[in-house]
């Protein structure tokens, strides 16, 4: 009888430490579970942010850009040193409104007005070979603006 | 009974470690997309830049000689080093336009280069003209000022100007009858009534070829008739 008592509460020990097993563990699974949906793995991508910032060669160019932003007269077309194989050439950019533009080349100068926001184009005629253009604007202020460009014109076959 | 908890203890434990493994597997493969797709994305910009920049138009660079060889020439030009690539193609003129071969150029002499430009900067030559630095020269200047003093002479009226960028400064500028005067609108005016103490005016000078510290007035533009006539108050 005695032997048949301790047998049995050695089964209900070992049932006792299952099932406390089974509910801590569950408990603790639930909770790991309940936390990882709370906190999912952060979208950080493998490759850190420092190496795709654009490389430090560009940087001059920005800062270079800011200091002709000071002067409003730019030339949008023909760009500097460029080659045109026609003597008509039409000088077309942007300055302030309602500015007298003067162009003057080596032989010839010409004449005109950007209009209300600031836009102008003008017919020039340029002389064989290399071409030194003085561009100025002048705004009703009398504020004066200037820019030079150098255009070949040569018929020669490039 | 006890193997039946055992099992539902397995399920219970197992089944958030399948679910965990699952997600981090694909948050790892949309990493790595992610990251191919940065590094295409890194190389293709550069090209696109290129397409919209002057690479590949025609450009003419004038500047001097500071090395030569059969293949390359370096050109300063604008206080830069530029490489121009020469090959067979290349034609070469002299300061009179003539043709003329490589070997007449020399360093320090002052040429106009004729190519396209290559993405590194560097020149392919279709043609190279030698070219006379004194005669590429362009002595207009364009000055918006205000007229402080008028002189006549038999011959000619010479007034000073005080450039309203610089008002320390003063240029003594000559006209004659060739001197063409206009309003803002292209419409010609008379110079003796115009030129006057007071006045507003662009000058388009050059220096005058006779007289000292003089300039020449090849153009005029009045500035004044843009200013408004002020409406009478009733």
Partial sequence: MCYHLRYSMIKELILALIIGAILGLGVTGSYLNYKGKRNPPSDKPLITEPTLIPTISTAPAIEENQEETNNPLTIISPSDNSLVSSANLSISGTTTPDSQIVIATATTVFTGQSDTKGKFSLPIKLESGLNIIKISSIDPQNNQFDYQLNITYSTAKI | ?234
């Fill in chain 2, 1 to 234: 009974m006890t193997k039946i908890i055992l099992l539902a203890f397995l399920l219970i434990i197992t089944k958030p470690i399948i679910a965990q493994e699952a997600s981090n597997s694909a948050t790892k493969t949309d990493d790595i997309k992610g990251i191919l797709r940065q590094i295409v994305n890194q190389d293709n910009p550069t090209s696109d830049e290129t397409s919209t920049s002057d690479i590949q138009l025609p450009k003419a660079f004038f500047g001097s000689i500071t090395k030569i060889n059969t293949n390359e020439i370096t050109l300063n030009f604008q206080n830069e080093n530029r490489l121009l690539r020469i090959d067979s193609d290349t034609t070469y003129a002299d300061i009179k336009s003539r043709p003329t071969k490589l070997t007449s150029f020399k360093e320090g002499q002052t040429i106009l280069a004729m190519g396209i430009v290559n993405t590194d900067l560097s020149m392919d030559c279709s043609r190279i003209v030698a070219t006379d630095s004194k005669s590429i020269t362009n002595t207009h200047q364009i000055i918006s000022g205000q007229i402080v003093d008028v002189s006549q002479s038999q011959n000619s009226t010479i007034f000073v100007l005080v450039p309203s960028k610089n008002k320390n400064n003063q240029y003594q500028i000559k006209i004659d009858t060739k001197t063409v005067l206009t309003d803002t609108k292209g419409k010609n005016l008379t110079l003796n009534k115009n030129i006057i103490s007071g006045k507003k005016l662009i000058a388009v000078i050059k220096p005058d070829s006779q007289i000292a510290q003089t300039f020449y007035a090849v153009r005029l533009i009045s500035l004044d008739s843009e200013t408004p006539t002020p409406t009478p108050k009733p």
